[in-house]
């Protein structure tokens, strides 16, 4: 088994001996239990998991006396899953305010079911992290440049999850699992969806769409459903990290689109395993979806990990002129083209002359640098 050396470890050890609870989040199945006991290793620490029931039932009942007795002379407390313990923003304000000798690491595979329990309670006491499938730079890192470059076309198909990594025999059996564990029976039993066909039929939708600007009014007729229902069950797709938005980019040009928007997925295996498709790139017609989807959810995760403010977007025309992706970092504006088989772009120059921009391709000569521009991984 291959173990993977994670961007935010760095990041999350800086923090460790402050007092502030560490919050880390991200789908199920990415590592977030392995790292946090990785980074635990050695010291002296009580590990509570949500996903069981004894567990909770510690919590069920509390007061100050019995969480220090609990907590007892531990310096770490680990709530793995946090978001299953109906109490636990209560928990953690009075073991934060309460108990000053233990720091507190928590977990947690909905952002938005955890942050509605903890951030009212929490506020300026926590220090919160992402964790996401394997990342390309941390893929290069374990396994080097050449190595991860024959693989390109595999992870194209089969996505960057570390179980998918770690068992490539299998890796068809993984996805389904996947998909089936923690997609569809976490985000059914966590929200109670009345319509639970619906999240299925949207989500196929949504994975023919990747890459073509999403109309929530078209999504609602084809799948006999209003817009309000659409909205909230992609918003909901969004909190359990499956999918994520990629809003249009519109400041001076009268004929921009403004409020259209896009929807990748946060890993391409899980896209492809949505619509039964795992056939290799010499057998598909959406190698340009693939392609699209790796580098923009990969670019995705390097500005996450880095830290960086950057704010990303697409850009269409009404007379339909459009950018593949485009970024703004500290007001400076760079437009990306997206191409597999590295063809020349034409470069829009009135985009450019507009917004101060310069216009890159990129392909396969050059989509390594693109996607570990700013990490540097230490060992």
């Known amino acids: 088994m291959f173990m993977y050396q994670r961007t935010i470890k760095t990041n999350i050890n800086d923090?460790?001996?402050?007092?502030k609870i560490i919050m880390v989040t991200g789908p199920r199945q990415v590592g977030k239990?392995?790292?946090?006991?990785?980074?635990?290793?050695?010291?002296?620490?009580?590990?509570?998991?949500?996903?069981d029931m004894a567990d909770r039932l510690l919590f069920d009942s509390f007061n100050t006396e019995k969480l220090k007795n609990l907590v007892g002379d531990y310096k770490f407390l680990f709530v793995d899953e946090a978001q299953k313990i109906p109490n636990i923003g209560d928990v953690l304000k009075i073991i934060y305010d309460k108990i000053k000798t233990i720091k507190v690491l928590v977990t947690g595979s909905s952002s938005f079911?955890?942050?509605?329990?903890?951030?009212?309670?929490?506020?300026?006491?926590?220090?919160?992290?992402?964790?996401?499938?394997?990342?390309?730079?941390?893929?290069?890192?374990?396994?080097?440049?050449?190595?991860?470059?024959?693989?390109?076309?595999?992870?194209?198909?089969?996505?960057?999850?570390?179980?998918?990594?770690?068992?490539?025999?299998?890796?068809?059996?993984?996805?389904?699992?996947?998909?089936?564990?923690?997609?569809?029976?976490?985000?059914?039993?966590?929200?109670?969806?009345?319509?639970?066909?619906l999240l299925d039929k949207l989500l196929r939708a949504l994975a023919f769409q990747v890459g073509s600007e999403v109309s929530y009014n078209e999504l609602a007729q084809l799948l006999g459903a209003d817009k309000n229902t659409i909205s909230?069950?992609?918003?909901?797709?969004?909190?359990?990290?499956?999918?994520?938005k990629l809003p249009a980019f519109s400041r001076n040009l009268r004929n921009e689109i403004k409020s259209n928007q896009k929807i990748y997925f946060y890993d391409n295996g899980i896209r492809n395993i949505v619509i039964g498709n795992l056939h290799p790139l010499g057998l598909?017609?959406?190698?340009?979806?693939?392609?699209?989807?790796?580098l923009i959810s990969e670019r995705y995760k390097t500005n996450i990990?880095?830290?960086?403010?950057?704010?990303?977007?697409?850009?269409?025309?009404?007379?339909?002129?459009?950018?593949?992706y485009i970024?703004?970092?500290?007001?400076?504006?760079?437009?990306?083209?997206?191409?597999?088989?590295?063809?020349?772009?034409?470069v829009d120059k009135e985009f450019e002359r507009a917004y101060d921009a310069k216009t890159e391709l990129i392909d396969k000569n050059n989509y390594d640098t693109f996607l570990r521009k700013y990490q540097i991984i230490l060992q």
């Open 15 to 19: 923090r460790l001996e402050d007092r």
């Open 33 to 51: 239990t392995t790292l946090i006991e990785e980074i635990l290793s050695g010291h002296n620490y009580l590990e509570i998991n949500g996903d």
């Open 113 to 197: 079911e955890l942050n509605q329990k903890i951030n009212e309670h929490l506020t300026g006491r926590k220090w919160e992290f992402t964790l996401l499938p394997i990342s390309w730079a941390e893929y290069v890192n374990k396994h080097g440049y050449l190595t991860a470059q024959k693989q390109l076309d595999l992870r194209l198909v089969y996505g960057m999850y570390p179980e998918v990594l770690n068992q490539e025999s299998d890796q068809e059996e993984i996805l389904k699992s996947l998909t089936s564990s923690y997609l569809y029976k976490d985000i059914l039993a966590l929200n109670n969806l009345k319509r639970p066909e």
């Open 232 to 244: 909230s069950y992609i918003d909901l797709l969004c909190k359990a990290y499956v999918i994520f």
């Open 284 to 294: 598909r017609n959406d190698i340009g979806q693939l392609w699209e989807n790796f």
């Open 305 to 324: 990990y880095d830290g960086k403010l950057i704010h990303s977007y697409f850009w269409r025309t009404t007379t339909q002129r459009e950018i593949d």
């Open 327 to 346: 970024e703004e970092d500290a007001g400076k504006i760079t437009a990306y083209e997206f191409k597999w088989a590295g063809k020349r772009i034409k």
